[in-house]
């Protein structure tokens, strides 16, 4: 499961999931965007659930081993830090193994607080941190009628899919291998013949 995938054409899948409680004294940040509310969620970095979901989605779309193992909770670097910057360094990978996102889809599954007003905020802030435009990135809010830990206010979740493409080529790039490509032309005769 850890081996490095080679830069090999094709589109390649990856899902993720997240769970974490709800906590008194915390800030409550979801997908990027810090919410107002009673509680907020208890982890070791800023705890953002929706971002943490992406990120392991965008490892197991590389092939590599989980959040769990790249950014471990033992590591103090990782204390309170923003999950936004486990995404950009997630992504400086996925590009330099030649890929780019075709799109991402996530649900956050919350009782309260009511997220529909942050959704397209927290678009764009997923967006900016991934490097791709917001119209890739899907966020959906979805309620647990109260069942089960989540419907009780115990704690909020997140599911995440992203699909990832090779990347095209820089625009450079792609005129500096036509230019390889073509024949030489011949040289210009003087005069008519
Ligand atoms: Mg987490």
């Known amino acids: 499961m850890s081996e490095k995938v080679p830069p090999a054409p094709g589109l390649r899948i990856g ?7 709800l906590a008194a004294g915390r800030r409550l940040v979801l997908g990027g965007i810090a919410i107002a509310h009673e509680r907020g969620l208890s982890g070791h970095s800023d705890a ?3 971002a943490h979901a992406i990120c392991d989605a965008l490892l197991g779309a590389l092939g590599d081993p989980d959040m769990g193992a790249r950014f471990p909770d033992t590591d103090e ?14 992504m400086r990978d996925v590009r330099a193994r030649g890929y780019a996102i075709v799109n991402l889809d996530a649900v956050v599954l919350a009782e309260a607080p009511r997220l529909q007003p942050h959704l397209e905020a927290m678009r764009a802030a997923l ?5 791709c435009p917001a119209a890739s990135v899907g966020v959906k809010a979805k309620r647990c009628e109260g069942i ?7 704690g909020i979740a997140a599911q995440a899919v992203v699909l990832i493409g090779p990347a095209a080529p820089a625009r450079g790039a792609a005129v500096g291998a036509r230019a390889a490509r073509r024949k030489p032309r011949p040289a210009r005769r003087k005069g008519r013949a």
């Open 15 to 21: 899902c993720g999931a997240d769970v974490h409680p």
């Open 48 to 50: 953002d659930v929706l």
């Open 77 to 90: 670097a990782h204390r309170g830090r923003s999950s936004l910057e486990f995404l950009r360094e997630v």
């Open 127 to 131: 967006a900016e941190a991934l490097g």
């Open 148 to 154: 089960g830990a989540i419907g009780r206010k115990e």
